[in-house]
């Protein structure tokens, strides 16, 4: 019986995480409003897609992708839950500024682990995780402080991390297409 060859879930988990990750960061860098757009792509191609590329990196027995991208793509729906449930009273308030900054305290935590495990990897993948990092924290810190420069900052360095994973997911799906290296993707020098 021939072997089954399965396409690539990653293109389709890293393009929902990095434009949803572009506009949220185009918001928190002050340049428009969190609005429905926002919460829809966090719901849709933040969350779901994501979901189903991490079921799909199960099919393939890859651990690290399974749990990058269900975690993630569960990130942004809790996300979603959380700044617009209050705003449509199914819960009185929004999370205080403590515990929006421990939430993505821990998910700057859960995120420097997976860029450990991403060291074993390309380098644009390294990137993303490590920029991802970043962003969490500063995220965080923006919270605790209230500083909105560095919620301004956050959002830049958060556009960059979006775009990262834009051009790894394109990358990844030229260079199948074309059956050669189209883009470079830096893989990890041994």
């Keep these: 019986m021939p072997e089954q060859k399965f396409a690539n879930p990653a293109p389709l988990g890293l393009m929902g995480f990095g434009m949803t990750t572009i506009l949220l ?23 779901i897609a994501q979901i ?7 099919k393939k027995g890859n651990t690290f992708g399974l749990t ?9 729906i809790s996300l979603v839950f959380l700044l617009a449930f209050p705003q449509i009273g199914l819960w009185s308030e929004r999370p205080c500024n403590i515990a929006m900054a421990s939430y993505l305290f821990m998910w700057g935590l859960f995120t420097l682990f997976m860029y450990f495990g991403a060291s074993k990897k390309n380098v644009a993948i390294q990137f993303v995780f490590g920029s991802l990092t970043v962003l969490f924290f500063l995220l965080s810190l923006s919270e605790v402080t209230g ?10 360095e958060g556009i960059i991390c979006g775009f990262s994973a834009v051009y790894l997911a394109m990358t990844e799906v030229l260079n199948e297409v074309y059956g050669k290296e189209v883009l470079p993707i830096c893989p990890k020098k041994k």
């Design 52 to 58: 189903i590329a991490g079921i799909l990196e199960f």
């Design 68 to 76: 990058a991208f269900t975690s993630y793509g569960l990130f942004w």
């Design 25 to 47: 960061n185009l918001h928190n860098a002050g340049l428009f409003s969190l609005d429905s757009m926002i919460l829809s792509m966090g719901i849709f191609y933040g969350g």
């Design 147 to 156: 500083i909105t420069f560095i919620k301004t900052i956050a959002g830049l």
